[in-house]
C-alpha cells in the first residue's frame, strides 16, 4: 500500500496544482464602494444591495451591487451612479467563468462612465462586443441598463 502512495502522490499533487480554479474575487463590497466614491464618509443602506453615498451630510450618488450569467456562472459587478443618474463607474466583484473576464478590463468598463438613461447602453452600439466573451459583455451591459433604467424610474 505504501508502495501505491509513494507512487500515485506525486501524480495526484501535481494534478491538484494545475486543475483550473475559475472562480476569483477582484474586490469586496467596501473596496469597490471606496473606488467608486473616494471621498464618502459614509454609505447608509437604502436595501439589501444599494447604498447611498455619502460626505458631510450630501449625497454624493448611489452605489448597486448586482450580478448577473456570464455564459453559465454568475459575475457580481457594481455600478456607481451620481446624483443625476449617470454612471460613475463600474466594476467587477467576482468572475466565475474559465474564461471571458476581459469585462474586467479597465477600457472596456470606462465605456459606461458618463451614461445615462437616455442612453442605448447596448453591445453593438455604444458599448462594444469583446470577441471571446460576447455573453459576458452583453449580460453585464444589460445588467448595467437595467440599474440606470430603475434608477431614472424612481427619480420621477
Known amino acids: 500500500m505504501t ?3 509513494r507512487l500515485t502522490a506525486p501524480v495526484a499533487l501535481v494534478a491538484s496544482a494545475t486543475a483550473p480554479v475559475y472562480a476569483v474575487q477582484y474586490l469586496s463590497v467596501a473596496q469597490a ?9 459614509n454609505f447608509a443602506a437604502v436595501d439589501n444591495r444599494a447604498w447611498k453615498a ?3 451630510g ?18 457580481d459587478y457594481a455600478v456607481a451612479l ?28 470606462a465605456q459606461f ?4 438613461s437616455g442612453s442605448a447602453l447596448k453591445v453593438g452600439q455604444d458599448i462594444r462586443n469583446i470577441s471571446g466573451a460576447t455573453l459576458s459583455s452583453l449580460h453585464v451591459t444589460e445588467g448595467v441598463k437595467k440599474i440606470v433604467a430603475a434608477y431614472a424610474s424612481r427619480a420621477r
Open 54 to 56: 455619502e460626505a458631510g
Open 82 to 109: 451620481d446624483t443625476s443618474g449617470r454612471i460613475k463607474s463600474v466594476e467587477i466583484l467576482q468572475y466565475r467563468e474559465s474564461f471571458g473576464d476581459e469585462v474586467r478590463q479597465p477600457s472596456w468598463r
Open 3 to 5: 508502495h501505491w502512495i
Open 33 to 41: 464602494q471606496k473606488l467608486a466614491f473616494p471621498s464618502a464618509t
Open 113 to 116: 462612465v458618463g451614461k445615462g
Open 58 to 75: 450630501s449625497t454624493l450618488g448611489l452605489f448597486v451591487l448586482d450580478h448577473v450569467i456570464g455564459k453559465h456562472l454568475y459575475i
